[in-house]
């Protein structure tokens, strides 16, 4: 089983919501930390959003206000949900789950397979 799975991407118009999520399981869920990064082609990886194992929220400069990061932790796994409000089209990208996440440092050792968020009229 593969430790970090995302799902919920796809195509929105402009203006439009989409709600991504990371199911994260064995190990790693109990560091209970986790961040979303994305890469658009021919750009660099950016951070997108973190939480952290003590609750705290560190949003990327460019989707302070429009993102939000969440968690639910059950027994066996742990949810880490992005919602993405008032999208535009330079959101476009492919979107990682990645853990253990720790503000101010490099990304953490997994990675999920992505997800595509097409933004486009």
């Known amino acids: 089983q593969e430790p970090l799975v995302e799902s919920g991407g796809g195509l929105v118009q402009p203006g439009g919501s989409l709600r991504l999520s990371c199911v994260v399981s064995?190990?790693?869920?109990?560091?209970?930390?986790v961040a979303w990064y994305r890469q658009a082609p021919g750009k660099e990886r950016e951070l997108v959003a973190g939480?952290?194992?003590?609750?705290?929220?560190?949003?990327g400069h460019s989707v302070q206000g429009r993102f939000t990061i969440s968690r639910d932790i059950a027994e066996y796994a742990m949810t880490v949900e992005l919602q993405m409000n008032a999208l535009k089209s330079e959101d476009t990208a492919v979107y990682y789950c990645n853990a253990p996440y720790h503000i101010d440092s490099p990304p953490g050792k997994y990675w999920g397979q992505g997800t595509q968020v097409t933004v486009s009229s």
């Open positions: 939480i952290s194992a003590t609750n705290s929220v560190v949003y």
């Open positions: 064995g190990a790693i869920r109990r560091a209970g930390s």
